[in-house]
């Protein structure tokens, strides 16, 4: 039987990649989709980073700068898509797809024809989003969270095709999603327990459950727009007997487990990082467990704690209050196991572990004032203002980015065989670091003091503060052009790496040659008989 299985393996898998760009096309190897994926989250941090570049430079003094409040508009919208659906998203699949089959023992993805497509109808939605620019009518302008009316009966003829860019972002989600599963349950080798999965595959495992209860919610929510611009219905049109705030509801339903979707795999990564750059392995991995689950069930009973202000009843006002104070005890355990994973370990402070450590402190920064905003009497002050703003940045930037940063910068060597300049990573960081909370510490001030969101204009108050944040704002996105000089450096001129990488770390990716041949595990590793430590 045996024989049978490695001829049929031999017919369809040839021992190596196929040449030219059919290699990417058509490939289905989990490391190519997982490098593609990467790649393309890449392109477009420098694409919604350009776009962020506009919207400060406008707003680096208070009047009439550079672009029209109409274009200012556009610019704010896709910036914040792109961002998340384009870059945050994308950069975590790739990572799912490098690790996990890597990670449990696996010899690819469970579903590998479905990942290829799962990739590649991504840039055909970006591409349909960002051609939306050279359409009459413009790019949409409605603000990322595509708020109804304004995205129905307010908006440029291109919503069209900013519904079908969304239809097909969701199902690229979704099929990840499928595969993710798939793999994680039934492609571990022998011995892997779920108890015994690393930190990575059990965050990943909870956010592709997260991805297929949520995007089909946000594909209601496009189609129902759909249909009240072109079909006569009245879902969110008051005058037809609708409801503008259904359209909250429903968009933030999806909207806040989505949320947990762009951090659980970081905390995940941040953990692998931790504990191998503190020597020991981390503290309460199945306290872990537990709080990422628990996190990701509350996730769905909170959503309406972005809508506060829109007059629901009292009783509404206090459920998603306390709710959303009770996500903080979980979040508040993980970030506990990771300083006490830190606690008299051996330390040291290579270009990963800064960035991870970044990340705890940072993301904590965003947790705190999440905590604060989830009081509905203060969020009354708070709402729609810079505050709000600075919150999701140090959760998304310093959180969710840093992470992958700190990714790339601890698998990069494994991925390609060769290492990264220690001394260019940690100049990255220190200029990241600096100039990230100097663009979004001083919006807490501005947010606090008033300043609504999603403006082109301000009142002279808020100029200086307008400025620093600019400043920093410009610093952060050319220390990312750094960041793409590092890698390629690494990926062309790094010395060669070991298979071990780094010392002390754990788990079985570690236990191949760097980088990994194109089909690895094709015969399981054994976790049973104790030879190989996951």
Known sequence: MSAVIEGHHDDHHHHGPAKGISRWLFTTNHKDIGSLY???????LFIGGAMAMVIRAELFEPGSQIVSPEFYNQMVTNHGLIMVFGVIMPAFVGFANWLVPMQIGAPDMALPRLNNLSFWILPAAFGVLIATFFMEGGAPNFGWTFYAPLSTEYAPPTVTYFIFAVHIMGASSIMGSINVITTILNMRAPGMTLMKMPLFVWTWLITAYLLIAVMPVLAGAVTMMLMDIHFGTSFFKAGGGGDPVLFQHVFWFFGHPEVYIMILPAFGIVSHIIETFSRKPIFGYESMVYAIASIALLSFVVWAHHMFTVGM??????????????????????????????????????????????????????GLSGIMLAIAPADFQYHDTYFV???????????ALFSII???YY?????????YDEFMGKTHFWLSFVSVNLTFFPMHF????????????????????NMIVSVGAFLFGLSQLLFLYVVLKAIFYGKKA????????????????????YHTFETPPNLESGEVKA
């Open 446 to 465: 501005v947010g606090l003091a008033g300043m609504p969101r999603r403006i082109p204009d301000y009142a002279m108050q808020f100029a200086d503060y």
């Open 389 to 399: 703003v600075a919150h999701f940045h140090y959760v998304l930037v310093p959180g």
């Open 313 to 366: 009843p009292i009783a509404g006002e206090l459920f998603f209050m306390y709710s959303t104070m009770l996500i903080a005890i979980p979040t508040g355990v993980k970030v506990f196991n990771w300083l006490s994973t830190m606690f008299k370990g051996s330390l040291t402070f290579e270009t990963p572990m800064l960035f991870a450590i970044a990340f705890v402190a940072l993301f904590t920064i965003g």
């Open 498 to 517: 070991t298979g071990q990488v780094w010392e002390g770390a754990k788990g079985l990716e570690w236990t191949l040659d760097s980088p990994p041949a």
């Open 38 to 44: 990467l790649w393309f989250s890449f392109i477009m």
């Open 411 to 419: 698998w990069l060597p494994k991925w390609t065989g060769y290492m």
């Open 406 to 408: 700190a990714g790339v």
